[in-house]
Every structure is written in structure tokens, then in C-alpha cells.
T-cell receptor, first 109, second 112 residues
Framework: GQNIDQPTEMTATEGAIVQINCTYQ??????LFWYQQHAGEAPTFLSYNVLDGLEEKGRFSSFLSRSKGYSYLLLKELQMKDSASYLC??????????FGAGTQVVVTP | SAVISQKPSRDICQRGTSLTIQCQVDSQVTMMFWYRQQPGQSLTLIATANQGSEATYESGFVIDKFPISRPNLTFSTLTVSNMSPEDSSIYLCSVELANEQFFGPGTRLTVL
């Protein structure tokens, strides 16, 4: 199995930085994905890590350490519109995704 | 990127009936995926649909309940059969292109 664990909820203020951790236990995967999902909408792709290290995309960065079974998504300069659920997912070589339960981020003024 | 459309966007159905959800992609893709998202939950993979072969179902999902068609490389359907209130969910199709996974807008199903 691929137990994928994320915190249930995180709260941060506008302009701050929040780090969402994702830990997993699996025998192997192709890549690790992060998605953002606003209530009532489909998930939108944020980032993808194949190799260990940091991937930066504007205000969002994602980090992967395969040896530690650990990833995080870093959200900088938080905006109110960043209030959403953030999903960590592992993809196999066929592209099938297994998701964690998601982390609800609440941004306060 | 891939543009994915789904029909219907939402529906309210009676117990015991069936609903077929359509998924159309603007690119040819080898595999299409169907996911379910129950209220307040994360996404769960139902099955993988390959063109020209039977769909591959994940544990807990069976073909009789969720028959899938994949007639060509840009289209797939998922049928939710003999529905019960427990089938009330959002159903999403997804494709992989250039190492990115794209999701359709989803079909919100309510079963009374």
C-alpha cells in the first residue's frame, strides 16, 4: 500500500509562508504531485517531483526526499485566494494517482 | 496542456437508475482515469481506461457497478449502475500528458 499522510488543516495569515508536509510508505512510485482544489471545483496541478530536491514555480515550491519518504509544498506570500485543499498524490509508471486525504489551508486577513 | 470536458456537469438521480458520464479530451491519450470524490473526502481511483481493451479496476470497484467504455483515444464513458445514495459523489476523469495530470471539471451526482 501507499499510506499517504498529510495534516488535516493549517491556518496562516495573509503574506505569511505555510509548509504542508506529506509522508508516505511505498515500495516505489514514478513521481509525486501536488494539487490545489477549491471547494466545488476540480483539482488543478501545482507541481511534480520525480527526483529528490526542490522544484520552484513562482510562489509555490515542492520538495521531495525519496530516502526519507517525505515531501512538502511551500506556499509563500499567502493570498486569500490560496485558501483551498492541497492534495499530495503519488503516481505509478502508468500515471495512476493515489492521493492523501488533503490538507485544508485557511488564510486569514 | 489538455482540455477536458465532462457531461453532465451535475445530475440528480433516483435510486436504482443508472447514469452515464462522458469525458472528452482535446488530445489523443493512451490512458484515461476515472476518480471518485465523496463528500469531504479526497480522490479515489476507480479504474484505468485503455483504448481497445477492458478497463482495469481498483480494489473495491467492479465492472458490473461501473462499466467503462473507451471507443477511441479522446473519449471515454463511465456508467454508475443501479445507484444508491452512497454513490453520491463527484466523478472526475483525468489524463496524463507530458508528466502532468489533468482533471476534468467533474460530474456532481446526487442520488435520492
Amino acid at each position: 500500500g501507499q499510506n499517504i499522510d498529510q495534516p488535516t488543516e493549517m491556518t496562516a495569515t495573509e503574506g505569511a509562508i505555510v509548509q504542508i508536509n506529506c509522508t508516505y510508505q511505498t515500495s516505489g512510485f514514478n513521481g509525486l504531485f501536488w494539487y490545489q482544489q477549491h471547494a466545488g471545483e476540480a483539482p488543478t496541478f501545482l507541481s511534480y517531483n520525480v527526483l529528490d530536491g526542490l522544484e520552484e514555480k513562482g510562489r509555490f515550491s515542492s520538495f521531495l526526499s525519496r530516502s526519507k519518504g517525505y515531501s512538502y509544498l511551500l506556499l509563500k506570500e499567502l493570498q486569500m485566494k490560496d485558501s483551498a485543499s492541497y492534495l499530495c498524490g503519488l503516481a505509478d509508471s502508468w500515471g495512476k494517482l493515489q492521493f492523501g486525504a488533503g490538507t485544508q489551508v485557511v488564510v486569514t486577513p | 496542456s489538455a482540455v477536458i470536458s465532462q457531461k453532465p456537469s451535475r445530475d440528480i438521480c433516483q435510486r436504482g437508475t443508472s447514469l452515464t458520464i462522458q469525458c472528452q479530451v482535446d488530445s489523443q491519450v493512451t490512458m484515461m482515469f476515472w476518480y471518485r470524490q465523496q463528500p469531504g473526502q479526497s480522490l479515489t481511483l476507480i479504474a484505468t481506461a485503455n483504448q481497445g481493451s477492458e478497463a482495469t479496476y481498483e480494489s473495491g470497484f467492479v465492472i458490473d457497478k461501473f462499466p467503462i467504455s473507451r471507443p477511441n483515444l479522446t473519449f471515454s464513458t463511465l456508467t454508475v449502475s443501479n445507484m444508491s445514495p452512497e454513490d453520491s459523489s463527484i466523478y472526475l476523469c483525468s489524463v496524463e500528458l507530458a508528466n502532468e495530470q489533468f482533471f476534468g471539471p467533474g460530474t456532481r451526482l446526487t442520488v435520492l
